[in-house]
């Protein structure tokens, strides 16, 4: 059906596959993951697909993203399943770099994306995107893409990326693909698998709090806190869930919004028993 | 004699540029400078001509790696001078990016190299190396570089540079050129014309103490302190020098040295009436 995939381990291999395809007019999409597949990536490779002649698709869990008492020993991991997944999806390279080539023991330098990392996110995981700001800058250089794609379920590692590219002045363009849900409507994460069923039904309260939220907006409302007060109100229903946060941002400046005109990201990170998760909305006022 | 040399400041044209010669198959080396051209310049564009198929300057007065009271302001600019120089070397793009292009309003992306930045001018000079890291990865993922050449005078930047490249996989080569040197030893520097006549015989204490030193190398002294002992008194016998450090350190590291064996780099900085002038040299014992 489609040609084989190939695995790049090598980093002097993957610049290289890289020119290789430059020099013959051939663009490039990357897709970064953490791997452990679900319906989600499988949406940015087909994405990727679309954009470009060839697909790349990244699986590195990065150490540098993960803070202290983070998950990352513990981030579920399936290499088998993950390379057949993504071979199905007709991705062209996977590419999986070790731990001790990209950070070696003199490793010392760190990209970081100030402004847009400092609120949501970045309060409570105060190393998080300078990890990941470093990582993607790393994988940009070894991969040379024409257009990296990321989920907007990740609505604030998006913005973060795009704005890098743009400081840097890195060649390439950044793409936002829209956040799939399970038909119930939780957002597609890796770390669902650490739900339990009681936790699964109150995590379902983030997507319900989006769609009263947009509701609320469709229906004339612009102050973000009685949309808040709403989004509150419905979260805490359950017991088992704390907030972490539950605000309205400008779409690029990630700054609060008191009033939406004409629009505004609406971000929830909810502990939800012991796993914490992220979703968000685009609100929109005519 | 050399064709026409082509003048970019455009952000879209020059990696434009720099994607036909790599698609051609040409090899790019790129010079970053800060303008104000000199012997020690020109020797980098000769170098740059001699390892790539075409050589591009760039030319930008960096102000984020200027600290506050630092030299920004009046740091000697001559572009129609530099522009000749730079076309009379043979070079093939004058890139000549815009103040508020590279850094719009919005800006707030900075890459940090931490251990190699600790000490030497990292010390007094604290945001420096950052603007340094900075500026460079913007103008390598501009001008898509093969080859950067960047002169040995400044060697901590040398060092910091090569190790970005290596954390970040940057898929280029770092080349430090030799320091080239006035007829009495000074290292050229743009910072030169700020020296009085009484300055300019004080500012050669520099490169005598590091002839000094490397003689003492030669004759068997492996100790960094007696070395350095010599270095001090023959830097102090001008009551206008003020020492910054002078020290011996790891060629690749910059760690402090108290032997060498077999290779140390004595690294000076030295306030010569109201200018700040680094120099530096290989001691090596067989």
């Not at 002649?53 to 998950?71: I, Y």
């Not at 998080?128 to 604030?156: E, M, N, S, W």
Request: charged share 25%.
């Amino acid at each position: 059906m489609f040609p084989a995939m190939e695995i790049i381990q090598d980093l002097k291999v993957m610049p290289h596959w890289a020119d290789t395809q430059r020099r013959t007019g051939r663009t490039i999409a990357l897709v970064p993951t953490m791997g452990f597949f679900h319906s989600g990536h499988l949406s940015l490779m087909n994405h990727g697909r679309e954009m470009a002649d060839r697909v790349v698709v990244s699986l590195f869990v990065n150490p540098l993203q993960f803070g202290a008492g983070e998950d990352f020993e513990k981030y579920p991991r399936d290499f088998g399943r993950d390379r057949q997944l993504a071979e199905e999806a007709g991705v062209d390279i996977l590419f999986t770099p070790r731990h001790q080539d990209l950070y070696p023991e003199d490793y010392q330098t760190y990209v970081s994306v100030e402004r847009v990392t400092n609120g949501l996110c970045g309060v409570s995981r105060p190393v998080h995107f300078r990890g990941v700001a470093t990582v993607v800058c790393k994988l940009f250089q070894l991969v040379k893409p024409h257009k990296a794609i990321f989920g907007l379920k990740d609505y604030q590692q998006v913005v973060t990326i795009k704005q890098m590219v743009r400081d840097l002045n890195m060649d390439l363009e950044v793409i936002g693909s829209p956040t799939v849900r399970e038909a119930d409507g939780l957002a597609m994460s890796s770390r669902n698998v650490y739900l339990s069923s009681e936790d699964r039904m109150a995590a379902l309260s983030l997507s319900q709090s989006l769609s009263a939220a947009q509701k609320r907006c469709r229906e004339g409302e612009r102050g973000a806190g009685s949309i808040l007060a709403e989004v509150i109100r419905i979260l805490t229903r359950h017991p088992g869930n704390r907030i972490d946060y539950a605000k309205i941002v400008h779409p690029h400046t990630l700054k609060e919004l008191e009033t939406i005109n004409p629009r505004g990201i609406l971000a929830l990170a909810v502990r939800v028993g012991k796993t914490r998760l992220i979703d968000n909305c685009l609100l929109e006022v005519d």
